[in-house]
C-alpha cells in the first residue's frame, strides 16, 4: 500500500536555527498535510496543500507541495522552545481516500 | 478546536474487560475515525464510519468493533482487552477537503 517516508527521524537544534523536514512517497498524493503534536495532545493542522507546487506559509511555518506530487517540505524559520514536538505529514490514499500518516519528526529546540 | 470531545481521557483496566470509548463531534461532520498512535508505529486507523451506522475496517481493526447510532457519536469497544491495546487512542472528524481534525486523546493502559 501507499507510504510516506518522512525525514529525519528526529532533529535537536538551537533555538533560532531554521528547520527543514520532508516527506517522500513512491506514489503521487493529491493533497498533503502537515500536522504538530504536542506531548500529552492530539495533532494539530498546520498547513494544507491542494496543487502541486504550491508554498503555502503560516506564521514562520512554509510547507511545499513538491512538483512530482511525491514529496512534501516543510520549514520552519527562527525556531523556538514552543515548536517543540512530533511533525507529521498525511496524505489520502488514492485507492480509499483515508488519511496515510508518515512516522513523524520529532524536534527538539534547545534554548 | 474542532468540537471534538473524548472521554475518558485517561483510564486503567484490567486483562480481559471489555472498554468503550467515546468520541463526540459537534460539527455535524459525516466522516469519523479511530486511531491508536504508539511508539515507533505513528498513526494506525482502527475502524472509521461514513455516516450514522455507516462503519468500515481499517488496518489494525482486530480486537474492537464499532458503532455510530448518532452523527455526533462514536465508540470504540474492545471487547476483551489485552496488553497489547495499550495505547493512546486518537478520535478524528474529516473536514470538507479530506483534513482531519483531531481529539485530544485517550491514554488507555491494560494490566
Known amino acids: 500500500g501507499q507510504q510516506l517516508n518522512q525525514s529525519p527521524q528526529s532533529m535537536f537544534i538551537q533555538e533560532g536555527e531554521d528547520v527543514s523536514m520532508n516527506c517522500t512517497s513512491s506514489?503521487?498524493?493529491?493533497?498533503w498535510l502537515w500536522y504538530k503534536q504536542e506531548p500529552g495532545e492530539g495533532p494539530v493542522l498546520l498547513i494544507a496543500?491542494?496543487?502541486?507546487?504550491e508554498l503555502t506559509s503560516n506564521g514562520r511555518l512554509t510547507a511545499q507541495f513538491g512538483i512530482t506530487r511525491k514529496d512534501s517540505f516543510l520549514n520552519i524559520s527562527a525556531s523556538i522552545p514552543s515548536d517543540v514536538g512530533i511533525y507529521f505529514c498525511?496524505?489520502?490514499?488514492?485507492?480509499?481516500?483515508?488519511?496515510?500518516f508518515g512516522q513523524g519528526t520529532t524536534l527538539q529546540v534547545k534554548p | 478546536d474542532a468540537g471534538i470531545t473524548q472521554s475518558p481521557r485517561h483510564k486503567v483496566t484490567e486483562t480481559g474487560t471489555p472498554v468503550t470509548l467515546r468520541c463526540h463531534q459537534t460539527?455535524?461532520?459525516?466522516?469519523m475515525y479511530w486511531y491508536r498512535q504508539d511508539p515507533g508505529h505513528g498513526l494506525r486507523l482502527i475502524h472509521y464510519?461514513?455516516?450514522?451506522?455507516?462503519?468500515d475496517k481499517g488496518e489494525v481493526s482486530d480486537g474492537y468493533s464499532v458503532s455510530r447510532s448518532k452523527t455526533e457519536d462514536f465508540l470504540l469497544t474492545l471487547e476483551s482487552a489485552t496488553s497489547s491495546q495499550t495505547s493512546v487512542y486518537f478520535c478524528?472528524?474529516?473536514?470538507?477537503?479530506?483534513?482531519?481534525?483531531f481529539g485530544q486523546g485517550t491514554r488507555l493502559t491494560v494490566v
Open positions: 464510519s461514513y455516516g450514522v451506522k455507516d462503519t
Open positions: 506514489s503521487i498524493f493529491n493533497t
Open positions: 460539527e455535524n461532520h459525516r466522516y
Open positions: 496543500l491542494y496543487k502541486a507546487g
Open positions: 498525511a496524505g489520502p490514499s488514492s485507492n480509499t481516500g483515508k488519511l496515510i
Open positions: 478524528a472528524i474529516r473536514g470538507p477537503n479530506t483534513e482531519a481534525f
